[in-house]
């Protein structure tokens, strides 16, 4: 969520003249701040939720409430369900907004092949790493929660 938000800023698309790569430009720009905008916004969520349900258990616990914190970890599963959802739309979205970024900085130099390498480099990593995430999550699903 940081590193969007520094990003955000520092992310300009550029104009163009001719209607067809402005309409594209514009295009571009809005998916950069949405991406952008649900990744601070979700990045937040998940922060504040975990903090929240990580104090009311440990102070559940530090008043010797073990049943108090195994009611409320019981009743809290589906928000962290939620929260790991969410904590999984920060990144990808984070990655959106990064290969964006790229684009438009490529896009403002006068980029050449080795540019274009490296934004595709990073659109392959990203590609990668979605599918491996993926199968973790999966053999999680089917080897720790099949109960």
Known sequence: MNACLRLFPATIFP??????EKKFMKYMNSMFLGSSAVCIISGTFTAVLF????????????????EGYLAFKLATQSYSLLGFRSFLTTCLSFITSFILSLYARMLQSDYNIQDQLILMAAM???????YHIKSVINLASTLVFAS
């Open 15 to 20: 104009t163009k003249k001719k209607a067809n």
């Open 124 to 130: 392959a990593l990203a590609l990668i790493s979605v």
């Open 51 to 66: 903090n929240i349900m990580g104090i009311y258990r440990k102070t559940a616990l530090g008043m010797g409430n073990y």
